[in-house]
Structure formats: structure tokens, C-alpha cells
């Protein structure tokens, strides 16, 4: 009797703990949120744009995306949101530099120009920031910037931060203003150059924004302008419930309506310039008392802004002479999506390449990330500005020797990455099977395949530097050619020698 006392007792005990701290816990958050201001406010949004600055044509002709026509949906959410009496702030959540033959050319200096021009509020630093140097970033970008780059969690290693962690907003009117924090991916040593961000560590963004959300919220509507990707940015939201609204990015997906998580709202607008997202907020002492979200997609029925076509032109010009020169041509197209290349089936323009950097340094065989591949080539001429809008980045051909044990372990890491992942890996020389999630190498290159046996393999520099966490090849392999030639230009001249890429071409080259 008495022991079945203790034990009632003891789970009632218990149980008015966990209520009494779920309830403390949820009364700080609510007297933190609570504040007298209520406002309508309107956040213009784009991410993840990698040097789309210039409109494309779709598969019907008409152009598409580019900030040209980015420029006349904000400019007129603007001028509606005025006459509504609405507050306007325009965001953009990382990885804006890098990706085309813009970023190649001027490494993030048409970037700012645009974002200047079209007052860009705020922008948090994406991984590709780093991708034309740290210098590149700090000294030549940023002093340009009319906007503050944002983020929290990249500190020096004496534990000053690099950049803004956040800045404050204030309304019309109002002691309360809206606090905008930026976040960046952990992953990015691994997703840029190693070198680009060397002295640099990024911690975990969960911690910290708890902890600016606890010192600096009070009396704040709180915005994470994230580039940390949807997934990390629900957790993001479930974990740190003192935040509003994360403006996302990274991943690169298309959230047409918000998602709702407890009350924070996650959004995001997709990539490469193709929508502005637009997401309308009446708030009510400090809480969102309703929202209308959506994606604007920047089709042929928008028209282009002159102030920013022009701006575009000018730059277009000085690179005309250089990337409107034919190298070559082809007689069939190359799928470069994101999809068909960062995927575990092979590729024939991955594979292309593979087979191009091979032969570029008398390798046996050929491997390239997925996401070092940023588009296709078209049926018929190939200009200069293809070949670095297929190869943007500024990667050199490395080759090393390497262990075939060492080569199982790389090709089985990329198996088991998830589809649409950028370490996905297209290659050149390697006879496999795939059986039960195993790989069972056959060949490298002509020679059968040996656990214990040398291999020469050509990689970029950046794969070699434990790029997309590839770490195996830089402390397995065994450098041969340590200073090779750029993989854009090793590309072009292929180009220029075979005159046109045709399907009897490839057959013959890329037969194993």
C-alpha cells in the first residue's frame, strides 16, 4: 500500500514538473514576443540567383527570369504596398555571385551593382560567396555593398565574427523594429575551396540564433534570412520558436504558399532568378495575426526593367569580344540540369568532361562533381560563354595516384549521397556494377582492378582539397600533376580540336 502511494505520488510529482516547466517555458517565449506594435508588413524575397542576371528563353521562345524583370515585380509590390500603407523590406538569402559567365568574369562586382540598384535590403552569405576568395569577398564586394551581408555563425577563429550577425529594422513610427539575422551553412568548407575559407569557423546556427534571439528579440519581429536549406530551416523553426519568418535558401526549393511550423513561417523562391517571392504579413502586438504568401514567376508576360536591362548591357559589352567567339559546335544536346547530373546514373556531358580531364593529363580515368556542372550545351554553335556557363568556377585539373581500395571508398560515397546532391560524381575509366548498395569494380582504365594497386585519376583541384566532403582523395591520394591547367579553358580547346561535338564522336571517345 505504501509503495503503491510513492509510486502515485512520484508520477504525479513528476508529471507537475514537466507541466510546470513546459508552462514557464512557454510563458518566457510568449512575455519575449509580446509588444505593443502592430504594422502590415510586405518581405520581397529571391535566393540562390548563382549570376542569373540576364533573362533566358524557355522552350517556347519567350524570355524568362533575370533581374531585369525581377526589378519591375519589385518596383511595383513597392508602389502598391505605399499606397496600402504597408511596410516593404527586399531580402535575399545567399549564393547570389557565383555560377555563369558573369560571376566568371567579374567575380561578384555585377552582383552588387544590381543588388544596388534595386535596394536590396539585406543579404545573408551563401557557401559560393567564398568561391572567387575570401579577398575577393571582403575587400573588393563588400566595401561596395549599399545592403549589409549578414551572418551569424562565421567567426575568425579568436571568436570575432566576420560578418554582421544581424541589423534592426526600424518602423515608422514605432520603438519596436524587425531584427534580420543571417545564417550559413555549416557545409561550406566543404562546398567551396577549403582554401577560400581558411581561418574561418562556422558554428552551429541553432545555438546561435538562440542565443541573439534571447539578448537582442525583445521587442523585435524576428527574420532569419537563412542559407542553410528548407529541411534544416524546419528544424530551425521547431527549435528556436522566438523566430517569425525564416527567408530561406540553398536548396533550392520552390515554396509556392509558406510552410507553417508553430508560428514561424518557412519560405523560399526556388534559383536561378525565376521567381519573387512575396510574403504579405499583418501583425497584431507583435504576433502575425494573418500572411498571404506567393512565388511570382518572372515568365514572358513580365516585362524587363529598362534602368536594369541597361546595366546588363553595359557589362554584356565589355564581355562580348571574348565570349560571343565561336569555339566549336554540336550536333546534339548535352543535358547539364542539376537533376540529370547529380544523379547516379551516368551522364553523357559529366562523363564528357570526366573523359576530357582524363586525357587533359594522361590519366586513366576521370572524376567531377556534379555540382561543378551548372548547365548543358545546345544543338549548334558553342561560344565561349557556354563553355564557362557549363564550367563556371575557376577549378584546375590535379592528377593523382590513388589506391584502388581508395577509389571503392569515393565511388561508394557517391552512391550513397542522395540525388540532387552536388558531390554526386559523372566519371571516366571506371567498369563497375552496382549490386545491393555495393560497388564492384571491374576496370580502371584498361587495367582489371586491384584493392592494392596505384591508379591515376584525374580530379579538380577542389575535389583533391576534400571538396563536397571528399576527404579520401586528398589524404589517399598521391599527387602526380599538382599545378594543372583550368578546367574551363582544358574544356574549350577539346572543343576547338574536335570542331563539333556529334553522337558517332562521343560513342567513340567515351567507349570503355
Do not use: W
Not at 3 to 15: D, G, I, P, Y
Not at 268 to 286: E, F, I, M, P, T
Not at 314 to 335: C, E, H, Q, R
Not at 410 to 421: A, C, I, K, N, T
Amino acid at each position: 500500500m505504501i509503495l503503491n502511494f510513492t509510486r502515485q505520488t512520484f508520477r504525479s510529482l513528476t508529471t507537475l514538473v514537466v507541466v510546470s516547466l513546459v508552462l514557464i517555458f512557454s510563458t518566457t517565449l510568449s512575455l519575449a514576443k509580446e509588444f505593443p506594435c502592430s504594422f502590415k508588413l510586405t518581405i520581397i524575397y529571391m535566393n540562390d540567383t548563382h549570376g542569373r542576371y540576364s533573362s533566358e528563353k524557355d522552350s517556347s521562345g519567350l524570355s524568362t527570369g533575370g533581374f531585369a524583370k525581377a526589378a519591375t515585380v519589385i518596383e511595383g509590390i513597392r508602389k502598391t504596398c505605399e499606397l496600402e500603407g504597408r511596410t516593404t523590406i527586399t531580402l535575399l538569402a545567399g549564393d547570389m555571385f557565383s555560377g555563369t559567365a558573369y560571376s566568371a568574369v567579374f567575380k561578384g562586382k555585377l552582383g552588387v551593382r544590381l543588388m544596388n540598384a534595386m535596394r536590396f535590403s539585406a543579404m545573408s552569405v551563401g557557401n559560393h560567396e567564398f568561391d572567387y576568395g575570401l579577398p575577393n569577398l571582403m575587400k573588393r564586394l563588400r566595401p561596395a555593398m549599399k545592403f549589409p551581408l549578414l551572418s551569424a555563425n562565421i567567426r575568425y577563429a579568436d571568436g570575432k565574427t566576420v560578418f554582421k550577425p544581424y541589423v534592426v529594422e526600424k518602423l515608422p513610427d514605432k520603438k519596436c523594429g524587425i531584427l534580420i539575422l543571417g545564417l550559413t551553412t555549416e557545409n561550406t568548407p566543404e562546398l567551396t575551396h577549403p582554401r577560400n575559407v581558411n581561418g574561418l569557423a562556422f558554428d552551429d546556427p541553432v545555438n546561435i540564433t538562440r542565443q541573439i534571439v534571447e539578448n537582442h528579440g525583445k521587442n523585435k519581429f524576428i527574420i532569419a534570412l537563412s542559407h542553410l536549406g528548407v529541411e534544416k530551416d524546419k528544424k530551425l523553426g521547431l527549435l528556436c520558436p522566438g523566430i517569425d519568418v525564416i527567408i530561406g535558401g540553398h536548396s533550392h526549393t520552390a515554396l509556392f504558399e509558406p510552410v507553417k511550423l508553430g508560428n514561424t513561417l518557412v519560405c523560399q523562391a526556388g534559383a536561378y532568378s525565376q521567381y519573387v517571392g512575396r510574403l504579405d504579413l499583418d501583425v497584431k502586438d507583435g504576433h502575425i495575426e494573418n500572411y498571404k504568401g506567393e512565388l511570382i514567376k518572372l515568365d514572358g508576360t513580365v516585362e524587363e526593367n529598362p534602368r536594369i536591362r541597361s546595366i546588363l548591357q553595359k557589362y554584356s559589352s565589355t564581355m562580348a569580344p571574348f565570349f560571343s567567339k565561336i569555339v566549336g559546335s554540336s550536333a546534339i544536346g548535352l543535358d547539364g540540369s542539376l537533376s540529370a547530373v547529380r544523379s547516379s546514373r551516368p551522364n553523357p556531358l559529366g562523363t564528357l568532361v570526366a573523359y576530357v580531364m582524363a586525357k587533359a593529363v594522361n590519366a586513366e580515368a576521370g572524376i567531377i562533381n556534379g555540382g561543378a556542372i551548372r548547365d548543358g550545351l545546345r544543338i549548334g554553335p558553342i561560344t565561349n560563354a557556354d563553355i564557362y556557363g557549363v564550367l563556371p568556377f575557376q577549378n584546375l585539373v590535379v592528377k593523382v595516384a590513388l589506391r584502388g581500395d581508395a577509389i571503392q571508398t569515393v565511388l561508394r560515397r557517391s552512391l550513397e549521397l542522395p540525388d540532387r546532391s552536388g558531390g554526386k560524381l559523372q566519371t571516366y575509366g571506371f567498369k563497375y556494377e552496382v549490386s545491393s548498395g555495393e560497388i564492384q569494380i571491374k576496370e580502371v582504365g584498361s587495367k582489371p582492378f586491384r584493392p592494392e594497386e596505384y591508379y591515376s585519376v584525374a580530379l579538380t583541384d577542389f575535389l583533391l582539397a576534400g571538396g563536397d566532403g571528399y576527404t579520401t582523395l586528398g589524404a589517399k591520394g598521391k599527387t602526380v600533376v599538382p599545378d594543372g591547367s583550368s578546367l574551363n579553358q582544358i574544356f574549350a580547346d577539346f572543343i576547338k580540336d574536335k570542331k563539333e561535338i556529334n553522337q558517332n564522336l562521343l560513342d567513340s571517345l567515351l567507349k570503355r
